[in-house]
């Protein structure tokens, strides 16, 4: 094809993206004409456009792979699966903090229209097989959450959370951007394909390709929020407002996933031993302190913090295993992992009103005794997270450390089940605070119906994922094997 030549055919795989791209273009224009009493009309428009961007995105699956825009932009199954879940993601978010942005005026454009951008970039990031591409992505993301994370400009505490964020956000990119540029002189190509390819025929200086590869590894770790430099999310999940904080926590772990996968088991596969060892590192490391700090904690979104450093450091030891069943095992991991995380934040919102937040676990005694439901929806999610049966964490967390120990890591196995053992005690605390405390004070639920019944319905799923795990892994086993 002409390099000149554009044509609806380059197009097609990324029509999900461009026409996520024109409707949220389209919502920013339309929210100027829009009265502030009738501010909900946005917010539909914007559910209604990531729900059919996913349907989009999901009528293409089972498509062969497709590379397009001169090798930059991969549509393939892993991509189609996981765009599925990043938008659906980011509108439960949008559903579970709708009451609580609108008690607080956070209910505006700007927000909405950020979290459309942050899943566009999710998106690219998906679906890119190109350092430029990855890194554009990567930015659209960053630069959205750290606008989100700062719109509650009345709050010294989100602005804050806010600089701390964008400050080590600019040393992760910058320590990536480093990275691919000693790769790009190490291959000569910031194409994936052809950097996998000069590698693995030995046509790279391999001590600059592994110099490259370090900085690299330290970038993920960043994105991932793994231990040595997981600094910032404690902060940040405090001081952003709980939706935002939901949105951070939730969606972009797939896209970190996909950018692992694209990064390590595509482009630098031909490194895996390299990789391997500093993955490993960084798991123990985030398995062990995430589990021990968040022990300590009072407020429920610094714990949950540390959990998903914790958590992060478990999706590590499946990518580490560097073979398709560790990969597969991995994107289970962090799609259960997502939906759990939606229920947990999920809750908190719906406890949250006017003048309350719900986020010291305080907050959480004697739930039982005014709602049994929402008390049982609340333990099957902290069931799930500290991997207990039959919640569908428990089947996560065994496939990641099966795939570890089948590729040798028996003691990074070992240590990760004995730091699970510890993470349920400060799980289960929620579950004692809620069952057999007395109510610390007047407990008020949301009356939003259909955050109720988003809630309902994630609940239902992890506990139905955990007693049938089945077509999950199975789909995550295809889209990896077919993706490859």
């Known amino acids: 094809m002409n390099t000149a030549t554009f044509s609806l055919a380059m197009l097609a795989p990324a029509l999900p993206e461009a026409l996520l791209l024109a409707l949220v273009s389209a919502i920013l224009i339309a929210d100027l004409f829009i009265a502030e009493r009738d501010k909900h009309v946005t917010f539909w428009l914007a559910i209604a456009s990531l729900l059919g961007c996913a349907a989009l995105a999901g009528a293409s699956a089972g498509n062969a792979t497709a590379v397009t825009f001169h090798g930059t932009f991969i549509a393939d199954p892993m991509s189609q699966v996981l765009k599925v879940a990043t938008l659906l993601a980011v509108a439960a978010t949008l559903v579970y903090g709708r009451l609580y942005l609108q008690a607080r005026e956070l209910l ?12 566009l970039g999710m998106m690219v990031m998906i679906s890119a097989s190109h350092f430029l591409t990855l890194y554009l992505g990567l930015e659209l993301l960053a630069l959205s959450l750290y606008a989100m994370v700062a719109l509650q400009r009345d709050s010294v505490r989100a602005t804050e959370a806010a600089m701390k964020y964008f400050v080590l956000g600019a040393l992760a990119s910058g320590m990536l951007l480093y990275g691919m540029s000693m790769l790009y002189g190490a291959t000569g190509s910031l194409d994936l394909s052809r950097i996998a390819f000069a590698l693995e025929h030995s046509r790279a200086n391999p001590t600059l390709a592994v110099f490259g590869l370090v900085f690299i590894v330290a970038g993920i770790a960043f994105k991932l929020g793994a231990v040595p430099f997981h600094m910032w999310v404690p902060d940040v999940y405090h001081g952003a407002a709980t939706p935002a904080t939901l949105f951070i926590g939730a969606a972009p772990k797939i896209a970190a996933f996909a950018f692992v996968m694209r990064l390590l088991a595509d482009g630098l596969a031909a490194m895996t031993g390299d990789w391997q060892q500093m993955l490993a590192i960084l798991a123990v490391a985030s398995i062990g302190l995430g589990n021990l700090v968040a022990i300590a904690q009072a407020n429920l979104k610094r714990m949950l913090a540390y959990s998903t450093i914790s958590h992060m450091g478990f999706l590590l030891l499946g990518i580490l295993a560097g073979t398709a069943n560790g990969y597969s095992a991995a994107m289970f991991y962090v799609l259960t992992y997502v939906l759990m995380t939606l229920g947990a934040f999920g809750m908190m919102l719906l406890l949250s009103r006017a003048g309350f937040e719900a986020e010291d676990l305080e907050d959480f005694k004697g739930l039982n005794r005014r709602s049994r439901w929402h008390a049982f929806l609340m333990l099957v999610i902290v069931f ?17 450390l099966q795939a570890a120990f089948e590729s040798g890591y028996v003691w990074v196995v070992v240590f990760a089940v004995l730091m699970s053992v510890v993470g349920a005690f400060y799980y289960l605390r929620i579950v004692k605070l809620m069952y057999m405390d007395e109510p610390a004070g007047e407990i008020t639920i949301a009356p939003r119906l259909d955050a109720q019944v988003l809630l309902s319905a994630n609940a239902i799923a992890v506990l139905v994922l955990g007693i049938l795990p089945a077509p999950l892994m199975d789909l995550c086993a295809r889209a990896i094997t077919a993706s490859l």
Request: aromatic letters at 14%; charged letters at 10%.
């Open 108 to 119: 505006r454009g700007e927000f909405l229209s950020l979290s459309l951008f942050a899943a």
């Open 384 to 400: 799930s997270l500290a991997g207990i049966p039959p919640a569908v964490g428990f089947f996560s967390k065994l496939a990641v």
